[in-house]
């Protein structure tokens, strides 16, 4: 073969690999999407940030997640937070 012949192979083969994996990434992040996305961030960012686990869950973000996934019904177990947190959390998700 010459080098003409071995550069378009070459060439074709890297293009048809990208269409493929671009392909597979596309699907990969609708199927593995997160669920709940605004409302966490809004959640995060209305946590005072300390990360300190009085709550009982891992950081913030921890305590967030669980309450986007209704894994929780009290909204008062971020101390540092107080009533201020608590009517932040009532807030975003619209919770009386």
Known sequence: ????TIIITAVILMG????????????ASKKFAVVG??????????????????CGYPGCAGYAEALVNNEIK??????PGRQEVIDKITKILAKE
């Open 16 to 27: 048809a690999l990208g269409i493929l994996f671009g392909l597979v990434l596309a699907f």
């Open 74 to 79: 009290d909204f008062d177990l971020c101390k």
């Open 1 to 4: 073969m010459s080098n003409i």
């Open 37 to 54: 996305g605004e409302k966490l961030k809004k959640l995060e960012e209305a946590m005072p940030g300390y990360n300190c686990g009085a």
